[in-house]
């Protein structure tokens, strides 16, 4: 296996969200190619090539955009792998192309839409109906550069590095940590919650599989934001400001965070309490919220900002929530 190529298109700090393939592959002309093979995991076979077809494939493929998504399935199947004198890149049809490991058992890979990849199914074909397949694996994965992001504060790195595990963790949270979570962005961490739970790629997917609809544009302020809003809000999961506005970029307090665990929590599980807080804010905590902090409290899901204050008005940082969503995963699991 040839050394990967270590020329970056992109930025490795801070990867974007969509890029073309030629600079996912790090190869800007065909001249640069010098063979391309077609191979399958499953058999350890593959075919090579001929220079009208790498023509082809490069012609048809290099100015697509590839899309960031983070894979936490093993590389299989049909993988296309592009040689050149400075290493080998694979692009996996039903996986994209690897970037780099994120936390120990995900992947960020950029992949084609399905419409995009369809285009390249022809090279499934190819391989499939080849009669002359030659023994040997011909792929590459990078497994280089390690792409988490950790937080600062020490205490959230082993959160971190869990969520990142069980694909709880999107990857544009990891540039925030410190900063007060959104309503948008909380909303985002528990759909991808339930997601991960029902073991659904989206919580969307999820929506359409259990036939329940949802309405886009319900709220009159949240145009162009995250779907997850509009999917909560059908679920029973969160409510607006009023009846038509969501402020999905106002921060939400650490009570309103509690709420809407204890709601996504109710999904899996009974919702109970007897215990009592004994902060010495505890007759801060709104009316409608004490039963809700009252479970997270005992559930070991949100503890105070010290051990004798709570704070239920203060806001949420992103990290705090990312070790919620952890344990209230685990709790349900």
Known sequence: MLTAITAHAYNVVNLPENMTFADALGIFDPGEITRVTVSDLADGKYIELQSDDISE???????????RTVNPTPFRGIAVNVFTN?????YYLNS????GPYGSSNY???KLNKTDTEKLLYLDSMYKDSTEKLNG?????????????????????SFVKEAAAKSLLPYEFTNIYPASISREQFCILLANLIA??????SLDLYM??????YLKNYFEDCDGVDDSVNMLFALGIVTGRDESHFDPYGTISREEAAALLCKTAEIYMWIGTETHLSYSDTQSI????????TWVNEYGIMTGVTETEFAPHDSYTVEQAIATIVRLYNLIQ
């Open 57 to 67: 494939f490069y012609t048809t493929a290099r100015d697509m955009t590839v899309y």
């Open 286 to 293: 709104s009316e409608w919220a004490r039963f809700f902090v």
């Open 96 to 99: 994209g192309i690897e970037i």
């Open 196 to 201: 991960v739970k029902e073991n659904y790629a």
């Open 108 to 110: 960020i890979c950029y």
């Open 86 to 90: 400075s290493g080998q890149k694979s």
């Open 137 to 157: 694996e011909v792929l590459n994965i990078d497994r280089g550069t390690d792409f988490l992001k950790l937080p600062s504060a020490l205490w959230a790195q």
């Open 208 to 213: 359409l599989d259990r036939g329940q609809p």
